[in-house]
């Protein structure tokens, strides 16, 4: 039970991390260097989170994301950067909190955990890709807001429940899954929408 928890714990957080890597860190580490949570024997590795410069870097990072997210399409510009940056550091963060694991292990967790962040990624960039097609900037701000409530809700499950936020993250990939498609079909609509109103109208058309 106790190895189940620590994976779920692990995937856990490298699915948050997919959506949010700074501020996953970031609250992490306040929440460890200031004692606000008190962590179990198995995931003492997790301590080095609570470093202040590991913390201050994270929030730094964590600040210029939560400006650039707000920005229609810097924000897709920004996921775009970050996706080789988001599955890497939640793997990292998958193989910390299992401490120090056989190599063989190492790998299977890392390849289980970049894969979960790199889903939750790509969730997040598709979401933001569709909102952008939208005329209006504040789709971006309450998306933004919402994952920021989600990543600190999330980590706060983790914590008391970590089996049942992974139960919940799983749930929500899938639904992801399901729902791509049509994600896809009204992206491909807008985009092509807004290039019909972007052509220029023929002027040797009569007027009847």
């Excluded at 200031?34 to 024997?41: D, E, K, V």
């Excluded at 990292?92 to 401490?99: D, F, R, S």
């Excluded at 504040?138 to 919402?146: A, D, P, R, T």
Aim: aromatic share 8%.
């Amino acid at each position: 039970m106790e190895k189940l928890d620590l994976l779920a714990v692990a995937l856990g957080l490298a699915a948050l991390a997919g959506v949010n890597l700074y501020l996953t860190v970031f609250a992490t580490g306040l929440a460890i260097h200031f004692h606000w949570i008190t962590l179990a024997p198995q995931y003492q590795s997790l301590e080095i989170l609570g470093n202040p410069w590991i913390i201050s870097i994270a929030g730094v990072l964590y600040l210029l994301e939560f400006f650039a997210d707000k920005i229609p399409w810097v924000d897709s510009i920004w996921d775009a950067v970050h996706t080789v940056i988001r599955p890497i550091g939640g793997a990292l963060l998958a193989i910390q909190v299992l401490g120090h694991p056989s190599p063989a292990l190492t790998v299977i967790v890392a390849l289980l955990a970049g894969g979960t962040s790199l889903v939750a990624h790509t969730a997040k960039a598709a979401t933001r890709l569709a909102s952008n097609t939208s005329p209006e900037p504040f789709s971006n701000i309450g998306l933004s807001l919402g994952e920021d409530a989600a990543v600190l809700g999330g980590l706060t499950l983790v914590h008391f429940a970590p089996l049942l936020a992974l139960i919940i993250f799983l749930i929500a990939i899938g639904v992801f899954f399901y729902f791509a498609r049509r994600l896809l079909r009204s992206i491909k609509g807008r985009v092509g929408a807004r290039k019909k109103l972007d052509e220029p109208v023929d002027r040797n058309v009569s007027v009847q």
